[in-house]
């Protein structure tokens, strides 16, 4: 396991950077503190409680994950700069304040999600690992994110979209992040809260008609942009069974598409994979013009990642490859109507405190390119495009490599073409 032997680094998912760490520095220190004064957990917390101290195996994992960080310098904080925690009764303590606040605006990487914060560190542990990857404790855990979604869409929540201009998400630094808001989006400027109903309201927002036009929309060999997103991986000849928990994090499809009896058609396939920051769009739309054979949605971990990775200082940032494969997920395969692209799939990844993958289409729909798939509700995230061995595609990438460093390409845009017949060349690198 790879540690460090220097302070951590910052939370920099995507597009989140380190400017403003102290004000989520300053709030998880208030978060904690709090905790420090127990008090009766939520009634889902306390079932967690229960649910661990009641099973063995369950308990001794619980206390591995935090007994099994390294007492060193650098893990004498977590990656917000505060004193690591050392015990599942503290967490589960800041857990029950999270679940009563909404999430306030901060310019870090962990922008939304507190409860990441809290078990950051501990998810590299070997004890972290399997305690996340348990079924008790995700089903555990899906209750209490849930529970929180649904906070987030009462007006209780609308105080995070203040004008406050370090914590609110119309204040300047948020909006600085999201320039044009009222022009690219449907709301109402001058109306409190810009007349968003919640937190969860604003979270799921929509682009005003016309900002987001559908490439090519007559031209069905042209694949757009599933998601405003930054592309992460680029794999193709991706084999159905691999050993998806290796550093190297290969996809395997048997594991991503959840054992269904349609994931041997892509053995041999490719995989785009991209990455949406908290500030992106979070609706889902079809990258293809075709007919919606089956939807699926695969109830997953919240906060496991790949243990080969180490000690990440914004898991599962570096373990978006391996998650495909065990987090909560949707998936919707659509036959399309070209067919040099076939049947094809899009799998909508939940990472951290993403609890709810909406899909909103039904089989035997037949969609045109663009058209609304679902939503994320809230949280970062990450999506995958899975195309059988018989399409052969070019994609465009903007002149990005693939990775973490990359930007958002627009969702509605061009990204891929289905190569003219007479110019296939056979691909079999693993990119």
Known sequence: MNKPDTAPLPFCIGEWGDTDEAHFSAWMAQLNAAASMPRPLHPLLQ???NAIVDDPALFALANQLFEQLPRTPAFEHDPTGQPQLRNMGHALQMIDRVLRTPPTFNQTGITGLPINAIFDWSMATPGGHAFFLHLTVNVHLKRILNAWGDFLKSPASLPALSNDPHLGWFGTDALAHMPDFDE???????QPYRGFRSWDDFFTRRFRSGRRPVSAPGDDTVIVNACEAAPFRLARDVRLHDRFWIKAQPYSLHHMLAGDDLAQRFDGG????????????HRWHSPVTGRVVRTRVIDGSYYAQCQEEGFDPCSPRQSQAYITQVATRALIFIQADHPGIGLMCFVAVGMAEVSTCDVTVVEGQHLQKGEQLGMFHFGGSTHCLVFGPDAMLEFDLRGQTPGLEATNIPINERIATVRPSGNIQASSSRE
């Open 47 to 49: 079932d967690f409680q």
């Open 184 to 190: 690219e989006f449907e709301c109402e400027p001058g």
């Open 270 to 281: 490719t995989v785009y994979q991209a990455f949406l920051s908290s500030f992106s769009y």
